[in-house]
């Protein structure tokens, strides 16, 4: 794994412990609240692992591919006792075979990928987890069916693209690639998300992918939380490309992906900035003036904002984008969160043309929301984000700190 395991504890303003800290900061709203809701409600395959990444975000980036940190960590560390992301994962993975390796995917290819970070995580000590996630892997490579131009369908039934997928998949074959040191496994995820986005991206908005293209159930529309799967799946293989060491990944390689990828994500957060929002959100179907603003594709976009101004100053720090995340955060604690925590309103998480707004608790749009105030949080700690220190009285120096804590 990638980097040490420090002290997980909960954090108040003005409290310093180690760089695995979770709540220093208030984002305006009760995150801890939105925080319990987005483990406790997730139950499909997809969930599963989006909550799986999120917790690993939140309470050990330290171990993730965003973390600040380069040296790697004891096998012996990560384990389910240890590392919250973990212990949920082993609860909730369900080995299988073939498509449904790590879950039930019920008829998806990309689904049960979602949990393959986390599975082979566990591998390393639970060598149940390292078989079952090769299996999962070796289906989404070698045997899924694949649309004409090669991006990896996300049905098993036959051919057909979703902007999801490119959270669900890519990340995990890039990860896989990078435990193994396995260059031509990286290279297959940057081609999925290029592959993938040959055939999404928008002929009516260049810079938006469609939700949906093939027969079963076809959307070309532009789902604001497909477009946030498809740059947040994208962040996560760009962090892992950047993260890929020389003896891995050539310079000429890295660079090459790392454009690309960061030219893919920019494309769908410039058109999401560019079409009016609702009162600070930004619609289900971002063109559609007929539909509402919801939390879950905004808190995603928000969260690939922060994280990419984090990966490529050079692109994301200057404006519009830290500052268009901004406002994103500002209006979802403007009673956009409930004092239970539930991020409103959101787009039904199954039914994506529902025109009733989903007010008790989306999972995914939970989970959307913490991994924004992750991102946000870390983007603070590195000093790339503007924050008032002086909330944070005289530990602020300490809070600072922690970023070298490695």
């Known amino acids: 794994m990638f980097s040490r395991l420090l002290l997980v504890a909960s954090l108040s303003c003005g409290t310093a412990l180690a760089w695995d800290h979770v709540f220093p900061f208030d984002p305006g709203f009760d995150i ?41 960590a004891p096998a012996t560390q990560l384990t389910i006792e240890n ?54 892997l070796d289906f989404v490579v070698n045997k899924a069916p694949r649309w004409e ?5 996300h049905r098993v039934e036959e051919p057909e693209l979703w902007a999801d997928f490119v959270y669900m998949a890519p990340p995990f074959i890039a990860y896989y690639g990078l435990d193994q040191s396995n260059a031509s496994l990286i290279e297959v995820a940057v081609e999925q998300c290029k592959l993938y986005r040959e055939v999404l991206l928008s002929p009516m908005y260049p810079s938006l992918w469609k939700h949906i293209v093939g027969n079963l159930h076809p959307d070309a529309g532009h789902w604001s939380t497909g477009n946030a799967w498809a740059a947040a799946g994208m962040t996560r293989v760009l962090a892992t ?17 790392a454009n690309d990828l960061t030219y893919m994500i ?14 600070g959100l930004l619609r289900n179907y971002i063109d559609d003036p007929t539909w509402f603003g919801e939390i879950s594709g905004s808190s995603l976009l928000a969260y690939v904002a922060y994280r990419m101004a984090v990966l490529r100053p050079d692109v994301f720090v200057s ?20 004092k239970e925590g539930i991020g409103q309103p959101a787009v039904n998480p199954l039914g994506w043309g529902d025109r009733n707004p989903f007010v008790t608790g989306s999972p995914e749009g939970q989970n ?8 946000w949080r870390d983007c603070v700690l590195t000093g790339t984000c503007d ?17 070298t804590q490695c």
């Not at 925080?35 to 980036?61: F, I, K, R």
């Not at 299988?96 to 000590?125: F, W, Y």
Request: proline share 4%; glycine share 10%.
């Open 266 to 279: 920019k494309e769908i957060v410039d058109g999401a900035i560019m079409l009016p929002d609702d009162n």
């Open 241 to 257: 490309v950047l993260r890929a060491p020389s003896s891995c990944v050539s310079p000429q390689q890295r660079d090459t992906w």
């Open 319 to 338: 404006s519009p984008y830290l500052e268009w995340a901004e406002g994103m955060r500002e209006t979802l604690g403007d009673g956009h969160v409930t």
């Open 32 to 72: 801890q609240a939105v925080a319990s809701l987005a483990e406790s409600l997730p139950s499909h395959s997809w969930e599963y692992g989006t909550a799986a990444e999120t917790m690993l975000e939140l309470y050990n980036v330290s171990l993730s591919v965003f973390s600040p940190c380069h040296s790697a």
């Open 368 to 375: 959307f929301v913490v991994l924004m105030y992750a991102a």
């Open 149 to 153: 131009n090669g991006a990896i369908s």
């Open 83 to 136: 590392v919250r992301s973990l212990r949920y994962a082993h609860e909730k993975i369900v080995i299988g075979k073939g498509a449904n390796a790590l879950s039930d995917g019920d008829g998806a290819v990309g689904d049960p990928a979602s949990l393959g970070v986390a599975a082979l995580m566990l591998g390393q000590t639970i060598s149940e987890y390292a078989i079952a996630a090769g299996d999962q």
């Open 387 to 403: 924050f008032d220190w002086e909330c944070v009285g005289q530990d602020a120096e300490d809070m600072k700190g922690w970023v």
